[in-house]
């Protein structure tokens, strides 16, 4: 829920620390990447690629993308050797 | 002028009342730069730093986009900063001016009104203000030198409340160079009056860390604009407010405009700064012919009181607005101003554009005079320029 003009600091100042995470930018894309499991080789070179990190690694496994922050830059589906990812345009709303 | 008490009065050109209203507001930095007509401030207050009277970091910047940079830095870490300027220097900070206000940084800056390049000319004309009047930043423009002593520390005290900065106008010499008597009141009242500042965020508090402008996109800055638009509404009522605690120290009012004669008048001037004691002197002469003549000086410039001076001029039958600065292309600024207060009135005044005083041209008596008398002519027409060689 975006906050009202009367409900956030004066000035834009940022008023507590390392709340970064706080702020979503996940709605600024145009194409959302499609991870395709089955094709997943779990090589892990998207992870690293990934400008924002939001494609989480545990156990030497990738998991779904965050996409709250993922800007569908589409790298990840650039570098992929395996073709697991592809690029969708996002629905408008 | 009679018996001025040698102890209260200082003879003070008007540069130097707004570096004593400096001297006791006594701010933790003034970074400034050189720049005629305002030099008188930066120098006196320069003395008064080299002579320990303030405790102030006096910083000599390199440019007046520095030195209002090197406010703006400072003012955020949480302390008093001031600067001044003029014209061309005006120019120089524009782009740091709304940085100020969109950083809700109460920072005064006393500004010595000069006309803008090119041709260069170091003379009097509101060009520099008018072409900051839609930043953010409260605008005063005084007459005297009294006026500019005395709405220095008013106007620190404004700016403190509504946390948005606020510039002082003087006319370039007319005003800055010349010496009047000048009332000053001791610095335990003044320190008293303006009280500790207590900053609502501050950059150096490293307990509360904060990030002072960080990107704002279009999801949130209108949001942020609004709270200025907010705050500049609020400036309207914390200037009265203002006004009456100053007035319990200095027995003066601080209205939004002054009326002199206005009140039964039928024709009227509004010009604003030391123009208006000219026309003073017109209308007490043209009083003594029995003549109804009048004035409205504007003080407050921005926020602009519109509902105020609807009521002051609405029973006139006509009015002559003189503006010391142009709007190419457009109305001047002042007239566009009074136009519009009286755009809600069913039975609105004549009205009259008269551009005047570009580059320190002089307003003569004879002058206002003639304003008067086409005035009382009742007929209006396209903008008149005054003193001006078509
Ligand atoms: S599209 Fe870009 S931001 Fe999104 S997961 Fe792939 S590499 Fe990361
Ligand atoms: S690059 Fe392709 S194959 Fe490798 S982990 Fe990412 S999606 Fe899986």
Known sequence: ?93 | MKNLNKNKYQALIGGHAAAEAMRQINPEVVAAYPITPQTPIIEKFAEFAADKKVDTEFICAESEHSALSATVGASAAGVRAMTATSSQGLALMNEILSVASGLRLPIVMPMVNRALSAPINIHCDHSDSMSARDLGWIQIFCETAQEVYEYTFFALKLAEKVLLPAMVMQDGFSTSHNVEPVKIYPDKIIKKFIGQYKPKYSLLDIKKPITVGPLVLPDYYFEIKYQEIEAMEEARKVYLETGKELKKITGNNYPYFEKYKLDDAEAAIVVSSSSAGTAKAVIDKLRKEGKKVGLLKPILFRPFPQKEIRESLKNLKIIAVLDRSVSFGGEAPLFSEIKNSLYPLDKKPLLQSYVFGLGGRDLFEQEVEEVFEELLKNKTGQVKYIGLRK
């Open chain 1, 1 to 93: 829920m975006l906050k009202s003009s009367s409900q956030i600091p004066l000035g834009g100042n940022i008023i507590k620390p390392g709340n970064s995470s706080e702020y979503k930018t996940g709605n600024w894309k145009t194409f959302s990447p499609v991870w395709d499991k089955d094709k997943c080789a779990q090589c892990l070179i998207c992870p690293v690629n990934c400008p924002e990190n939001c494609i989480p690694v545990k156990e030497g496994k990738r998991l779904e993308t965050n996409f709250d922050f993922c800007k569908g830059c589409g790298i990840c589906s650039q570098v992929c050797p395996f073709g697991a990812i592809h690029m969708k345009k996002c629905q408008t709303s």
